[in-house]
């Protein structure tokens, strides 16, 4: 392929490559340059990889965010957690009130444990 013959693809243009092999006989891919991406040069973009230490200090680390509620206690520490039980008219009173405050049934209980503790440290 000639200069003048460069094959170019869109910016967002995405081809999967995970199972290609122009060897075995896959239609060429081409890169945005017009380079024709055989074995070679998969091979020497490995050996250029594999020699760059830079490229793996400055590689992106994706830490997967824990699932569940944020942190009440700071981030990436588990908070503790208070569970009771209460009678199913007390319950249903707290949900009503938390709704009409936008709260959830979580936010009122820690609100109302905290004002009591506040009170009763004084």
Same mark, same amino acid.
């Given at each position: 392929?000639?200069?003048?013959?460069?094959?170019?693809?869109?910016?967002?243009?995405?081809? =999967?490559?995970? #199972?290609?092999?122009? &060897?075995?006989?896959?239609?060429?891919?081409?890169? /945005?340059? *017009? @380079?024709?991406?055989?074995?070679?040069?998969?091979?020497?973009?490995?050996?250029?990889? =594999?020699?760059? #230490?830079?490229?793996? &200090?400055?590689?992106?680390?994706?830490?997967?965010? /824990?699932? *569940? @509620?944020?942190?009440?206690?700071?981030?990436?520490?588990?908070?503790?957690?208070?569970?009771?039980?209460?009678?199913?008219?007390?319950?249903?009173?707290?949900?009503?009130?938390?709704?009409?405050? *936008?709260?959830?049934?979580?936010?009122?209980?820690?609100?109302?444990?905290?004002?009591?503790?506040?009170?009763?440290?004084?």
């Amino acid at each position: 392929m000639s200069k003048e013959e460069k094959v170019t693809f869109p910016e967002e243009a995405a081809v =999967e490559v995970s #199972d290609y092999d122009p &060897d075995r006989g896959d239609e060429l891919l081409y890169t /945005r340059d *017009g @380079r024709a991406i055989t074995n070679e040069l998969i091979g020497e973009w490995q050996r250029e990889i =594999e020699s760059d #230490d830079t490229l793996i &200090d400055n590689a992106t680390v994706v830490i997967h965010p /824990r699932r *569940g @509620r944020p942190s009440l206690t700071s981030p990436g520490v588990q908070s503790p957690q208070v569970r009771f039980r209460v009678p199913s008219r007390m319950r249903e009173k707290a949900d009503r009130v938390a709704a009409q405050e *936008g709260k959830t049934v979580s936010q009122l209980a820690r609100e109302v444990l905290e004002n009591y503790l506040d009170t009763r440290a004084a």
